[in-house]
């Protein structure tokens, strides 16, 4: 099963929960991806380096989801194990970004056991603005560096409180 739709904004709770989809192409301008949309979707793949992109991604969205990989993930709230996998499966994400409007950049949340299990690539050094790590967001993760001497995470919290939780890169 493969779904393509350019105009999609919103999926809601449990839409493809647990389905045979193998391949879908979300738009960039999707609002929501609801709580379970995608869990335990065992054949759903996405191109690598694609994005997946909406203002919230709902809580286990994309949880045990065995082949998404590869991807870069932007929005403004990341729910609890959004893209929980087994910490041995060495599953990779690519980039998290924060979603612009114009040059304003929007605040940023992960919620709990958000990359749980991952393999965190970073490509260059990020920086955040408005940032809430809650706790076990990145627990068990490998942190990879490509193409650069220097890789991490970089806070830019000008006027903005950031938050990090308890054993949020356990």
């Given at each position: 099963l493969e779904f393509t739709y350019s105009k999609l904004k919103i999926i809601e709770e449990r839409a493809f929960y647990g389905s045979n989809l193998t391949?879908?192409?979300?738009?960039n301008s999707m609002t929501t991806i609801g709580e379970r949309a995608f869990q335990h979707c065992k054949n759903l793949k996405f191109n690598e380096?694609?994005?997946i992109e909406a203002n919230t991604i709902g809580p286990f969205a994309f949880a045990n989801c065995p082949k998404v990989s590869n991807i870069v993930?932007?929005?403004?709230?990341i729910g609890e194990s959004a893209f929980q996998c087994d910490k041995y499966s060495n599953l990779k994400i690519s980039k998290i970004e924060q979603i612009k409007d114009g040059d304003e950049v929007k605040a940023l949340e992960i919620g709990r056991y958000a990359f749980y299990g991952r393999t965190?690539?970073?490509k260059d050094i990020e920086?955040?603005?408005g940032l809430t790590i809650n706790?076990?967001?990145?627990?068990?993760?490998t942190f990879?560096?490509?193409g650069s001497n220097f890789y991490g995470i970089q806070i830019d919290n000008g006027a903005d409180p950031i938050t990090i939780g308890n054993h949020a890169f356990y």
């Open positions: 391949k879908i192409s979300l738009c380096g694609s994005n993930v932007k929005s403004t709230n965190v690539s970073l920086k955040y603005k706790e076990f967001a990145f627990a068990f993760c990879e560096h490509e």
